[in-house]
């Protein structure tokens, strides 16, 4: 039995700390995203700063207000597109 669906979309995470290809759903939250990728960036989901950059160009960060209520499939996900992690700076 298969873990991912036909939904899932493959992506290139990329942090200081590592690169890997994921498959992601578009039907999970922005807050599950950073959480499953806190074992390839090293950084708490709380921390996290992560940009879409789509194939075609553009940058989209992956931020929302509410981002456990937030799906990614607002985020127009496109296969092989680039997820940059970053640890997000301290204002204070």
Known sequence: MSLQTAQDVPLLITSEN???ERR???A??????KQKLETVT????????????L???GDI???AVDEEGTPLVGF?????A?????????SA
């Open 42 to 53: 090293g950084v708490p989901p709380a921390a996290q700063r992560l940009i879409l950059k």
């Open 82 to 90: 680039e997820v940059l992690g970053f640890l997000e700076k301290s």
């Open 55 to 57: 194939p075609g160009g």
């Open 28 to 33: 999970w939250s922005v807050a599950t995203l």
């Open 76 to 80: 127009g996900l496109q296969p092989y």
């Open 18 to 20: 590592a690169r890997a």
């Open 61 to 63: 960060p992956l931020e």
């Open 24 to 26: 992601v759903s578009p």
